[in-house]
């Protein structure tokens, strides 16, 4: 989905488990972020409820961020250890 500008917003997933008292404060510091920097950004808080939903989403810890698709850590990137505890 474009903006009214044309341009394509960031696409922003935030993975998290239940009770994460980090996820808040990650949420808002991309809207900050973004807000800051006039970035648009579509972002999708997904809860992680299963060890195979971990692997398949490549689930590091809570809360993971993904955008467009890549770790913003450099290093999860080349990780593997994907899991839910």
Partial sequence: METP???QPLAIKV???EGC???PETL???EEVAGRT???IDVERILIESPE???ELKFLGSPTVL????????AAREHGAYGFT
């Avoid at 955008?67 to 450099?74: A, E, T």
């Fill in 28 to 30: 808002e510091l991309i």
């Fill in 5 to 7: 500008s044309g341009i």
């Fill in 53 to 55: 939903q971990a692997l």
């Fill in 67 to 74: 955008v467009n698709g890549l770790d913003v850590d450099p």
């Fill in 21 to 23: 008292t980090a996820t």
């Fill in 15 to 17: 993975l998290h488990t």
């Fill in 38 to 40: 006039g970035t648009p």
